[in-house]
């Protein structure tokens, strides 16, 4: 059973930063794109930024010049490199990715359980 799994969630002051860590575990093939969506409390689940395996990137808009979205794809890792965090970033992030586990399988998408990330003002 693969799973995505996440670290670096916590709690910072405002105008901090954090980094957000998530590969999967198990065996698998190949990893296509991977990302980071973010729930807030009464709100809906919604983008923060995605990256190809070419390595380009989307930003949502409220988090560019922030937020950095990076991986390792010896590991097939994706990071979050958040900086000058604001209360408003508070939320669970969730990582996502399209992965195939074998050759001979489709891609399939996979999301992690979550990681609190909470600022103070």
């Known amino acids: 059973q693969v799973q995505l799994v996440e670290s670096g969630g916590g709690l910072v002051q405002a105008g901090g930063s954090l980094r957000l860590s998530c590969a999967p575990s198990g065996s698998i093939f190949s990893v296509n794109s991977m990302g980071w969506y973010r729930q807030a409390p009464g709100k809906q689940r919604e983008l923060v930024a995605t990256v190809t395996v070419a390595g380009s990137a989307i930003y949502q808009d409220s988090v560019k010049e922030r937020f950095t979205i990076s991986r390792d794809n010896a590991k097939n890792a994706v990071h979050l490199q958040m900086n000058n965090l604001k209360p408003e970033d508070t939320a669970v992030y969730y990582c996502?990715?399209?992965?195939?586990?074998?050759?001979?399988?489709?891609?399939?998408?996979?999301w992690g359980q979550g990681t609190q990330v909470t600022v103070s003002s």
């Open positions: 996502t990715a399209d992965i195939r586990i074998r050759l001979i399988d489709t891609y399939r998408s996979y």
